[in-house]
């Protein structure tokens, strides 16, 4: 409100040619005002908006008939410019901060200032992106580094609104990391220091599988050579385990990291367990039942949706159906109990792990139900979907050969599906897995 009282007023001094400083200057304006508008307002009310009286906020009536002397409908109808003008001005300093070579100090505060604007998110992403073009290591250096305030957002401080917040970043720039060359990535290495927010806000959070032997498998494993934190560690090294059995490693070595697990994320403790799962069944060649009930009871402690998110895509691996069929029994609810953008590989996950279960107890329409409700197609780009698509894959195949049994359609299916192995290089999902899996 006083950005725009002082814009109004400055809109007024234009308009009389002079700057309102004394109560004669009042004088003047209030006749003038007399003249121009249909309701004029008292002088002592002209004298109180400029402070000549003591007064409290302007009153909108007050606001409305000053905006109608200088042409508009309504103070609302000023407001609206002035905002309009105001967004251009801060659109032209984001496109000259993302096409600058060198960020000043004024820069820097401006664009601290911005920082819990509505459109933040889409400005701070515009610029990392740039930098990330136009390989300016420099320049992104400056925004990543650890500071306070900082450019983005401090991994443990984190609110729960705040997470979507880093998301929407992470997925942007995620976009732009995609299209880089292996030299042009490579470069990226400095920013993994502990002393940048480059892996916390951005690796952390776009967990790209479709790259696991790309971009990120290279900086994932490069962390090694920064990350000190057990709950980093972890991370790294399960996401590299997990790319060792997605490209075909035949032998999975038992991991048994001290770690404080209350401190971890849900998600984080899920691939653990999930990992070990795996390792039960392929390496030991044990059976999961019982591993499967210890999971069930630890997950009541954490967000549930989250929680199992990898958790399934083992028990697909394993073709554990039984223990889907369990899981489900307790959780299905609070395995979708969420539904927006955030949760897109979660949901899409349960949906085509319920769709396996249908399929294996011969309930073909619920099964095709629950792959209609998936929506992996909608967004090519999430770090998920090419992973996410080869399981969604299996599930249509073995609906199809299950029913019609057309085959120009499973023909279709075999292509895509292995178009994407080759392009994710995940050697795990073979032939023989998608046309024999029951």
Do not use: C
Not at 166 to 187: D, E, N, P, T
Not at 277 to 298: C, D, Q, R, Y
Not at 420 to 438: A, H, I, N, P, S
């Amino acid at each position: 409100m006083d950005y725009l009282v002082t814009k109004i007023k400055a809109e007024i001094n234009e308009k009389i040619g002079f700057t309102i400083d004394r109560q004669a200057d009042v004088k003047y304006l209030h006749e003038k005002m007399t003249i121009s508008v249909l309701k004029p307002i008292g002088f002592n009310t002209l004298r109180r908006f400029y402070g000549f009286l003591p007064s409290n906020a302007p009153q909108f009536k007050t606001l409305d008939t000053i905006s109608e002397y200088l042409g508009y409908k309504s103070f609302s109808e000023f407001s609206d410019y002035v905002n309009k003008d105001q967004d251009w001005d801060r659109y032209t300093f984001i496109s000259d901060f993302e096409n600058t070579d060198k960020i000043t100090p004024k820069m820097l505060e401006r664009l601290i200032s911005l920082k819990y604007h509505n459109d933040y998110v889409y400005y701070i992403s515009v610029i990392i992106k740039s930098f990330i073009r136009r390989e300016r290591l420099d320049l992104l250096k400056v925004i990543f580094i650890r500071r306070s305030p900082s450019f983005l957002f401090k991994k443990n401080d984190l609110s729960s609104v705040e997470v979507l917040e880093v998301l929407k970043i992470a997925y942007a720039v995620g976009g732009a990391l995609r299209s880089l060359s292996k030299i042009q990535y490579q470069k990226l290495v400095p920013l993994l220091h502990d002393k940048y927010e480059f892996k916390s806000n951005i690796l952390d959070f776009y967990i790209d599988y479709s790259n696991f032997n790309g971009y990120y498998g290279f900086l994932t494993k490069r962390r090694l050579l920064f990350d000190t934190k057990e709950g980093d560690l972890l991370f790294v090294n399960l996401i590299l385990k997990y790319n060792l059995f997605l490209s075909g490693n035949s032998l999975l070595n038992e991991y048994k990291p001290n770690i404080s697990v209350p401190k971890l994320y849900p998600a984080l403790i899920g691939r653990l367990l999930a990992y070990e799962l795996l390792v039960t069944h392929f390496t030991k060649g044990k059976p999961i039942n019982n591993f499967v009930t210890k999971i069930a009871s630890t997950a009541k402690n954490y967000n549930i949706s989250v929680f199992f998110i990898e958790i399934f895509p083992a028990l697909i691996f394993a073709k554990a159906i039984d223990q889907m069929e369990y899981l489900f029994s307790l959780f299905i609810d609070q395995l979708f109990e969420a539904n927006n953008w955030r949760y897109y590989a979660t949901q899409n996950t349960y949906l085509i792990s319920l769709s396996l279960l249908e399929i294996s107890k011969e309930n073909y329409e619920k099964a095709e139900y629950h792959l209609n409700l998936v929506s992996l197609d909608d967004s090519k780009t999430n770090s998920y979907y090419a992973y996410l698509k080869l399981f969604n894959l299996i599930a249509e195949y073995q609906l199809e050969l299950k029913t019609t049994a057309y085959r120009l359609v499973l023909k279709n299916i075999e292509a895509e599906y292995l178009e994407l192995v080759k392009l994710t290089g995940f050697k795990r999902f073979t032939l023989r897995f998608l046309k024999k899996y029951f």
